[in-house]
């Protein structure tokens, strides 16, 4: 099966250099821009736009809580009404950058704390769902793959969203599919050859397994590689030699 590989990218804010995007860049398919709540701001978002679209990838907003000192990494509280302005209000920004740039966003793809519960509260999902449909329909939204995509695709078609499944290739996986917690020890796989040996069995075997050894058979359409990471490049060639 054809697995495309995304990675959370125009992180660098201010003076903040973070990432290397630059590099990166060319070995990815799908770059998931921040949107100025949990990192990036107008001028980086805009060379970001420019640096997917001159390489000809697909854009993906990146939207969060509004939380630049904790990275989004937080779960902040919020009405529903709140997430759904939040997320347009991001989109919208993203989606000004593109139209300059003669491209648009093809995707949605929530960060951090706000994809954590978006995945756990259906009422989240929902709101986020409404938002990327009142602005275009054509945009699609990226949640993690689980068990429980039968169930998300049928909500999202009631929105007229698409959805796209995501695997996360360096985090472990509960035995009910869903994300170790960061704040257990083995939240993420640090040795990248296991890392591509469960990538090969995934795209041969259509499995992973979990933290105890149990198979997880996911629908995967994409993987994310974080652009962070000290060896985040050389990682991202890996990765994308597996999944070609």
């Known amino acids: 099966m054809k697995i495309y590989l995304n990675c959370d990218m125009g992180e660098s804010f201010g003076i903040y250099k973070m990432g ?15 949107c100025g709540f949990h990192a990036s701001d107008s001028l980086n978002m805009h060379r970001s736009v420019k640096l997917a679209h001159d390489h000809g990838k697909l854009i993906g907003a990146h939207p969060s809580y509004q939380d630049l000192v904790g990275f989004g990494r937080r779960s902040i509280p919020c ?43 259906e009422n989240i999902f929902k709101a986020i769902l409404k938002a990327v449909s009142s602005y275009d329909k054509n945009i699609k939204l990226m949640v993690l793959s689980s068990n429980q ?14 959805l796209i499944f995501e695997l996360f290739a360096d985090r472990n996986y509960t035995d009910d599919g869903f994300l170790v917690a960061r704040s257990k020890e083995n939240a993420v796989i640090h040795d990248d050859l296991d890392v591509l040996d469960r ?19 996911l629908h995967v359409d994409t ?15 890996l990765v994308r030699r597996v999944l070609l």
Do not use: R, W
């Open 149 to 162: 995509n039968d169930m998300y695709k049928h909500i999202a078609k009631s929105y007229g969203i698409e």
């Open 79 to 121: 009405s529903l009404e709140e997430i759904m302005a939040k997320v347009l209000y991001q989109l919208g920004a993203l989606s000004a950058f593109c139209k300059i740039h003669k491209t648009n966003v093809s995707y949605v793809k929530p960060h951090g704390a706000l994809y954590n519960d978006m995945m756990k509260d």
């Open 223 to 237: 993987v994310c590689v974080h652009g962070d990471n000290e060896n985040a490049l050389e990682f991202a060639k």
């Open 199 to 217: 990538l090969e069995n995934l795209k041969n075997h259509g499995y992973i397994l979990s933290e105890n050894g149990n198979k997880l058979f």
């Open 20 to 34: 290397k995007d630059e590099e990166i860049i060319p070995y990815v398919d799908m770059a998931n821009l921040a």
